[in-house]
């Protein structure tokens, strides 16, 4: 699909001066990708924009066609795809339903020195400062290649990035690093914890409330499922592990949704919940859903099909996204380090698909413009003076990978 270039839509700037990778941001930004439509418009957009400019991405597509990650790599100067750094960015956003906004979060506008809009800060403000600096990396004589990695549903559980890096397996691609460009202020974060989310079906039998015994309570199963998951959580908070350089720092375990019944007077045949953990980095993930569907398996399922015997409990896993734990030792990581000058060790505890690109063997960190405290909320912002740095930071990436240099 052709598209206007970005500096078709420019957003209302009031005499505050404009960092190089503005346009392109406010470009991505006017593109609805909220993660239950299609992100295509944006793909499609990105990949026109890398054929202008002589260099030939892929797409590797979900199962609908209807999304797509995008990869490109840009070659070292002797010819050389092998190695180098990927520089990474999920093209979905969160939804706005509900959400008391000034202004459409879909037409950014500067005001105050912030660019505003649902993305600007997660994370679009990284992909387009990316692109903004395509022509400076593809006129570079390059030491190592630099590759683009862009995913599709990062939101609703890194769904789209395991595609992509089956796809980097398939095709032999092995690159040295990775830099994931979530909001970090543009500091250096070396581990976040793994998300994991389930929904689990109860299936019990319905009867009239006065013939319980003729029924099997789906909902009060269920209620007890859920406070065993409440008890691991707190056996964790109480005994640990511990990671003090964590804001939260022990695993956690919560139930966010549930719903079951149709009516006062009708034991429920049914109750659906959906739970997460996110474990801190070595702690076994698998593990504990171990424990939560033992439990199920050993102490709820034969008490309910004693009441009848096609009562069951099911689990659907939603997400799985392991834990980020970077090495100091790690080539990427020191040179990070070195670019932002920034020595502190940072861990967090929200995910990103770093720590899926560690488990493909890329050793990762993440490092991106914005404020995690912005992302997702209502007025959403990069501020101009972040993504000024981020582009500052590209540049002596680019310097760095120069020959010569």
């Known amino acids: ?19 190089a990778s503005l346009d392109w941001i406010t470009k991505l930004v006017s593109i609805d990708t909220t993660s239950r439509e299609s992100n295509l418009g944006l793909i499609e957009t990105v990949r026109d924009s890398l054929k202008h400019a002589g260099v030939e991405p892929w797409l590797s597509y979900d199962a609908t066609q209807r999304k797509a990650n995008l990869f490109v790599t840009l070659p070292a ?28 979060p879909f037409k950014p506008v500067v005001r105050d020195g912030n660019l505003y809009g649902r993305g600007t800060c997660d994370m679009k403000g990284f992909i387009g400062s990316v692109m903004t600096l395509l022509p400076e990396m593809r006129d570079a004589k390059l030491k190592t290649p630099f590759h683009f990695a862009f995913s599709y549903d990062e ?74 998951i409440r008890d691991l959580a707190d056996h964790f908070k109480q005994n640990g592990p511990f990671d003090e350089l964590f804001d939260v720092p022990f695993t956690t375990a919560q139930t966010g949704t549930i ?52 009562a069951g409990i099911e689990f659907k896993r939603i997400a799985a996204a392991p834990a980020l734990d970077a090495s100091e030792q790690d080539a990427i990581t020191q040179l990070v380090r070195a670019l932002t000058k920034d020595t502190d060790k940072r861990k967090v505890a929200y995910g990103t698909e770093a720590g899926q690109f560690q488990r493909a063997g890329v050793p990762s ?19 101009l003076e972040q993504i000024a740095q981020c582009e500052s930071f590209l540049r002596k990436l680019i310097h760095s990978n120069t020959v010569g240099v």
């Not at 960190?365 to 501020?383: D, L, M, R, T, Y």
């Open 155 to 228: 939101e609703i559980g890194c769904v789209g990035a395991p595609v992509m890096l089956a796809a980097l397996r398939e095709r032999g691609i092995r690159p040295d690093g990775c830099i994931v460009g979530e909001p970090t202020s543009m500091r250096v974060i070396v581990a976040h914890k793994g998300i994991n989310a389930y929904q689990c079906c109860v299936r019990g039998h319905a009867a009239h409330s006065s013939l319980t015994p003729k029924g099997s309570n789906a909902i009060e199963y269920a209620a007890r499922l859920i406070c065993y």
């Open 259 to 310: 719903s079951g019944g149709i009516a006062l007077n009708t034991i429920p045949a049914l109750c659906e919940f959906v739970f997460e953990y996110r474990n801190l980095p070595g702690v076994d993930a698998d593990g504990i859903f171990q424990r939560i569907q033992q439990y199920a398996t050993d102490e709820l399922i034969p008490k309910m099909q004693k009441e009848h015997p096609n």
């Open 77 to 104: 100067a002797d010819g050389n795809t092998q190695g180098g750094i990927v520089l990474s960015g999920h093209t979905d956003v969160v939804p706005v339903d509900g959400q008391p906004w000034d202004t459409d």
């Open 365 to 383: 960190i993440v490092c991106g413009p914005g404020n995690i405290e912005q992302a997702h909320k209502p007025n959403e912002f990069v501020s």
């Open 1 to 19: 699909m052709t598209s206007a270039s970005p500096q078709a839509i420019a957003p209302q700037v009031a005499n505050e001066a404009q960092p």
